[in-house]
């Protein structure tokens, strides 16, 4: 089991940064691959990025590459995900999301191969 609380949300503006954290308890984190996805009103959550259990593969989806960075300490049990240069089009509320494997899902953009999730938190950015 792996429970998992996001922070760092907030509202900026287009061109900004924010760093999302991702603090999980349990004692899996360390062999989890984690992701991050984001949901906008009356949309379906979206892959945004994910991170095997050493940190050593990152995938992101082809809108935030370039953009966005997703690493990891395991020694902190944390997750995070830096986005810069934001865009009025990455308002959503972001979810952290954990796998019961170390190594990405197969279907990794794909929020039903991910086992754990988050609550959420808000990110808006205004242009």
């Known amino acids: 089991q792996v429970q998992l609380v996001e922070s760092g949300g907030g509202m900026v503006q287009a061109g900004g940064s924010l760093r999302l954290s991702c603090a999980a308890s349990?004692?899996?984190?360390?062999?989890?691959?984690m992701g991050w996805f984001g949901q906008a009103p009356g949309k379906e959550r979206e892959f945004v990025a994910a991170?095997?259990?050493?940190?050593?593969?990152?995938y992101y989806a082809a809108s935030t590459k370039g953009r966005f960075t997703i690493s990891r300490d395991n020694a902190k049990n944390t997750v995070w995900l830096q986005m810069d240069s934001l865009e009025p089009e990455d308002t959503a509320v972001y979810f952290c999301?954990?796998?019961?494997?170390?190594?990405?899902?197969?279907?990794?953009?794909?929020?039903?191969?991910?086992?754990?999730w988050g609550q959420g938190t808000q990110v808006t950015v205004s242009s």
């Open positions: 999301a954990a796998s019961s494997h170390g190594t990405l899902p197969r279907m990794v953009e794909e929020s039903t191969h991910w086992d754990y």
């Open positions: 349990g004692r899996t984190f360390s062999t989890s691959a």
């Open positions: 991170i095997n259990w050493e940190g050593a593969v990152t």
